[in-house]
């Protein structure tokens, strides 16, 4: 199967809509009544200083929220600048209390568009995030790699809840990167 050139930016906009459409996949695959549920409660659960709510669904927007964030951030931070954390109350709130996997996939594909206007100056940037430097097309592969992280949180909840999570290379096919 032969590959046409691509920039890095378009591999990683297929690469990071592939991650999202895995993320989703187990969400959907999640029955209603296990979205909140915790498999082990005590002081050692924990995926992060910063995640609160420990659950499928609490993963979920996490990660959707934590999109908004960062793609918002990325685009408007002056070269050098510092990447704040991705919190934004009202809107996880609302994502939480909503169809919040509808919501997930509009803010995910209102990101991929913000994200698709990217320029190569743009892309190359410095910015700092948690005391790390990266360029601005660095950081995007470093959202690809918190949504992979937490995927496998997903995973692990669904497999300690016999919930049979997808394997993960038996997805549906997709474009190649």
Not at 10 to 37: A, C, G, N, Q, S
Not at 119 to 128: A, D, F, G, I, Y
Not at 137 to 162: K, P, S
Request: glycine share 8%; net charge negative; aromatic share 14%.
């Amino acid at each position: 199967m032969a590959i046409a050139p691509m920039s890095e930016l378009e591999r990683f906009l297929i690469m990071f809509d592939r991650m999202f459409d895995f993320v989703e996949t187990y969400i959907h695959k999640t029955p209603d009544d296990k979205y909140e549920w915790i498999p082990i409660d005590g002081p050692g659960v924990s995926f992060g200083d910063r995640l609160e709510n420990v659950t499928i669904k609490g993963l979920y927007v996490h990660l959707t929220t934590s999109e908004d964030g960062f793609t918002r951030s990325l685009i408007n931070v002056e070269d050098g600048g510092e990447i704040p954390l991705p919190i934004n109350k009202q809107l996880t709130n609302d994502v939480y209390d909503g169809d919040f996997v509808a919501m997930g996939r509009e803010i995910h594909e209102n990101c991929m568009e913000m994200l698709k206007g990217l320029t190569p100056e743009q892309l190359t940037k410095t910015v700092w995030f948690q005391g790390g430097e990266y360029s601005a097309m660095g950081f995007l592969w470093a959202m690809y790699a918190h949504y992979a992280y937490h995927l496998g949180n997903i995973d692990t909840y669904m497999r300690q809840g016999d919930m049979n999570p997808t394997a993960f290379f038996n997805f549906p096919k997709s474009e190649m990167a």
